[in-house]
């Protein structure tokens, strides 16, 4: 399974952006997709998860300003992130759990947000 993220980008603290990320390939059926970003010096951390049935779970540090959703029929998972901030700078990446004869994993390559103050 692939996936490809995009969205990425530089923008001022207060602004927005909108990440996607499609998945392809022998996808079969997709369980968990979710958000996951990392600075440099430090852990990988989860931004927010959602299930197949759309709940829903975020870090404290992104709850009220970040959105995760997904479109089941065009196998994507979308980040919607408003009022930004210079700690929300980070490589991020998608991630997505489902079953296609096997259970699998799959990360997209990541793609960098940075807000500047």
């Known amino acids: 399974v692939q996936l490809q993220a995009s969205g990425g980008g530089l923008v001022q603290a207060g602004g927005s952006l909108r990440l996607s990320c499609a998945a392809s390939?022998?996808?079969?059926?997709?369980?968990?997709m979710g958000w996951y970003r990392q600075t440099p010096g430090k852990q990988r951390e989860m931004v927010a998860t959602?299930?197949?049935?759309?709940?829903?779970n975020y870090a404290d540090s992104v709850k009220g300003r970040f959105t995760i959703s997904r479109d089941n029929a065009k196998n994507t998972v979308y980040l919607q992130m408003n009022s930004l901030k210079p700690d929300d700078t980070a490589v991020y990446s998608c991630?997505?759990?489902?079953?296609?004869?096997?259970?699998?994993?799959?990360w997209g390559q990541g793609t960098q947000v940075t807000v500047s103050s």
């Open positions: 991630n997505v759990v489902g079953w296609s004869s096997r259970m699998y994993e799959s």
């Open positions: 390939g022998s996808i079969g059926r997709l369980y968990a």
């Open positions: 959602i299930s197949t049935g759309g709940n829903t």
